[in-house]
């Protein structure tokens, strides 16, 4: 759904900067500022913003009636295949405003090819900003609308756990179970995943940005399922281990570890603490048992419109959390030719602390 007050912000932005327009790239920022979601992959998909006069976008031209949809009330303008699209874009941009010299780009997501190609365009487009940072710092504080979409992609995660830990069978291959889950999800009307469902068995979990393989899954092997799913353009991202048909004395301890690290940490997290200190709350209790140099990565990462956003939950971070801010807590103990275990919700800050957007129990399950 379009949301006026993004790019009136964003507007208000470019006057203070005294830019005179922003070009955005990133699929994922044009999502959220005017609600059309739709990754051009080779394509050329962009949005143009202006301080004063109206914004337009600009698109395949197999995606405009996909974008007029939306109800994006402004110009939406496309191009053919055989176009050449940069050309296009310089003369829609001439063509809305007599102001064109100083922009506002993506610096991390535009490309050295295609910043070439808008200066031949525009030979005097002169790349000032980033606006990156601005609008990342627009998405930082989720609306209760925005909020709203995330408990049901959640409601949708938990019940994906359910059909993968249902499809869970001696021998069966981690690619078989996923296969299942996001079949009768989808089934039941589930259109997307918001990444590629991760399943992983016994030591194969211990890689933990592996992918989902053909190892078979043994009695007595962990199962480690890191899945999300998509509603109305907003994600879930979430994490469970459960242990099939039975479970070791030294498998249950670590998994003990790492559960107490993650509830320690989601029961801790409150306004006015830094995400270093987050992150340090869970790591001194896999440390203190012993298992430090096996948390390998940070504690957890922003969510919302897209599975990963600015917010850190790292060593030393001192970005100080607020209430609206939603990002994952997902401590994990990977140990090379062992084990990998890793639990995650993904949650949003309250001045109460945190709601989670899942619910799937974080006690040990044994699948039988």
Do not use: C
């Not at 059909?163 to 999800?185: I, N, P, Q, R, S």
């Amino acid at each position: 759904m379009f949301m006026y007050e993004n790019i009136k912000e964003l507007q208000t932005w470019l006057n203070q900067q005294g830019d005179d327009l922003a070009y955005i790239s990133d699929y994922h920022s044009i999502a959220y500022l005017t609600g059309f979601e739709s990754d051009p992959i080779e394509r050329i998909l962009s949005l143009v913003v202006f301080p004063q006069t109206d914004p337009f976008i600009f698109a395949p031209a197999l995606e405009v009636e996909a974008v007029k949809a939306t109800g994006w009330p402004f110009d939406v303008y496309g191009y053919q295949d055989a176009q050449n699209p940069f050309e296009l874009i310089g003369e829609h941009i001439k063509a809305s405003s007599d102001h064109y010299h100083r922009w506002a780009v993506e610096k991390n997501v535009l490309t050295l090819k295609q910043a070439q190609a808008l200066q031949t365009a525009i030979p005097e487009a002169i790349f000032a900003d980033d606006v990156s940072q601005t609008i990342e710092q627009m998405r930082l504080i989720k609306t209760p609308a925005e909020i709203e979409k995330m408990h049901q992609a959640g409601a949708d995660a938990d019940r994906a756990f359910q059909y993968g830990f249902d499809a869970l069978a001696t021998h069966k291959t981690e690619l078989a179970v996923m296969a299942d889950l996001e079949y009768h999800l989808k089934t039941d009307g589930v259109a997307a995943m918001s990444f590629e469902t991760l399943v992983q068995f016994g030591a194969h979990a211990a890689n933990p940005h592996g992918s989902t393989g053909q190892t078979q899954l043994q009695p007595g092997d962990l199962a480690l399922f890191d899945l999300g799913t998509v509603s109305d353009g907003y994600v879930s991202d979430s994490t469970r281990t459960v242990a099939f048909q039975s479970v070791s004395d030294h498998q249950r301890d670590i998994y003990q570890v790492v559960l107490e690290a993650q509830l320690t940490a989601q029961d801790a997290v409150k306004p006015g603490m830094t995400a270093g200190e987050l992150d340090q709350i869970a790591r001194d209790v896999i440390t203190k048992a012993g298992y430090g140099e096996y948390f390998v990565h940070r504690l957890g990462h922003g969510i919302g419109s897209s599975v990963h956003e600015s917010i850190q939950i790292a060593p030393n971070n001192d970005l100080v959390l607020r209430p609206g801010m939603a990002f994952s807590i997902e401590p994990g103990i990977y140990i090379p030719g062992d084990l990998g275990i890793r639990i995650e919700d993904s949650i949003v800050l309250t001045d109460e602390g945190a709601d989670s957007f899942t619910h799937t129990t974080k006690e040990l399950q044994i699948i039988d």
